[in-house]
């Protein structure tokens, strides 16, 4: 049975996925601030993105997203965590079609494992390590 903290923690670490996919999805990047510890790692290059620092890929997501995307839209499936005191990890699937801007919109369908590494902060949990693992992509 799952004491009262493992349960607080499986739900506030489920809120910060819900609150990076909407932070990426609004296009509010500095909602990111209370998702990721500020020397996170993160790697979105198996779809074809670049890794690096959590300031460097804010910036990224910043200038692209907007650049060649009029839509993005995150759907998670429930994640898998497993927590170890102040620490976890956690694999959650993500459904994310997006419309391609352009002439002739397209839609780009994406299907990720994000491999998340959390640590609880002061501030409460937070990600230091995202990385992406493809399962597809389709442009429609």
């Known amino acids: 049975m799952l004491s009262l903290e493992e349960i607080s923690d ?10 990076y996919s909407e932070a990426i999805d609004r296009r509010c990047f500095d909602e990111l601030d209370a998702v990721f510890v500020p020397d996170a790692y993160i790697d979105y290059r198996a779809t074809g993105g670049v890794d690096g620092s959590y300031p460097q890929i804010k910036t990224w997501l910043a200038e692209v997203l907007p650049t060649y995307f009029d839509v993005t839209s995150h759907m998670l499936g429930l994640p ?20 391609l801007k352009g002439e002739k919109p397209a839609v780009m369908q994406v299907g990720v494992w994000y491999e998340d590494e959390f640590v609880r902060t002061p501030e409460g949990w937070r990600m230091s390590r995202r990385v992406e693992a493809k399962c597809f992509d389709k442009v429609l």
């Open 80 to 99: 898998s965590l497993h927590i170890a005191g102040d620490r976890a990890t956690g694999r959650t699937f993500c459904f994310n079609p997006m419309v």
């Open 10 to 19: 499986r739900l506030e670490i489920q809120k910060l996925l819900i609150d």
